[in-house]
């Protein structure tokens, strides 16, 4: 089967050019960038970052002149291009760069239509945003990034509590709320008599109840690393017909209807 066929849509003004390189090494894991392009007002000294990395990646720089002060309307013109995009049916999914709210309903409509989303944005991106991807990853996850070729101020939107993680802002632990994650998937997958469920079963329910979930943000680079790592839970390999091993899961304590 073919790649999928994937538009990436860059925030150029809300995102930094330094996560450029990693950004694009990432997505190429995720199919075919058919479609790339970088929203913002290219005129300015803001974007002088991203100009550099326009030729690196192929990137099509998507003008927009900031008519009104105060009025983003970078997003419009990131908005009307993705629904022309999704209306022309070439593509099967789409890529939002961005830790701007405003993407929420975009992201959505696009679900509506059929169209895999994946996020990827700040930390401090909103919930609403996050939790409207199929998928969302953190920028501060992708490892090394370059230093800023133009000194830009952060872009912030207001606090919203309702917006923050438990783990970054109310007082809750990072491994608590790791825990807290990891129990509710293991509870909700599909399990075996001796409560034993496979680690891409978990993993499938961890992205679907949070889009945003990824083990770099704990420190690991993969989510098999990272539950063999907690004390709370058991592992054991298990070798197939091909032989080769997958990895099962779950709670310790657990004995199953077989009480093994």
């Known amino acids: 089967m073919s790649d999928p066929r994937l538009s990436v849509l860059i925030d150029a003004d809300n995102v930094s050019p330094k996560h450029a390189t990693e950004l694009f090494a990432e997505l190429a894991g995720y199919g075919n960038l058919t479609v790339r392009r970088a929203y913002g007002d290219w005129t300015t000294d803001q974007l002088g970052g991203w100009k550099k990395r326009l030729h690196e990646h192929a990137i099509s720089p998507m003008q927009q002149f900031a008519y009104t002060q105060g009025k983003n309307s970078t997003d419009s013109a990131l908005i009307i291009d993705a629904m022309d995009l999704l209306y022309a049916g070439n593509l099967d999914g789409f890529v939002i760069v961005s830790s701007d709210s405003d993407f929420t309903r975009l992201a959505t409509r696009l679900r ?43 872009v912030s939107e207001p606090a919203n509590p309702d917006d923050t993680e438990p783990s970054e802002g109310s007082g809750r632990r990072p491994e608590a709320a790791l825990q807290s994650k990891l129990a509710r998937a293991l509870n909700r997958v599909d399990a ?42 058991e592992t054991r390999t298990v070798t ?9 899961v779950r709670l310790k304590g657990r004995r199953g209807r077989n009480g093994s």
């Open 240 to 248: 197939g017909e091909k032989g080769r091993g997958e990895l099962w």
């Open 192 to 233: 075996d008599d001796d409560d034993w469920a496979t680690l891409s079963s978990v993993g499938d329910v961890l992205r679907r109840t949070d889009p945003s979930f990824d083990p770099r943000t704990f420190g690991f680079g993969k989510l098999s690393d990272l539950v063999k790592a907690q004390r709370f839970v």
């Open 112 to 154: 509506e239509s059929g169209m895999t989303v994946y996020g990827l944005g700040a930390k401090k991106t909103p919930k609403a945003f996050r939790d409207a991807c199929d998928q969302f990853v953190y920028l501060e996850n992708l490892g090394d990034t370059e230093p800023d070729p133009v000194a830009e101020p952060e």
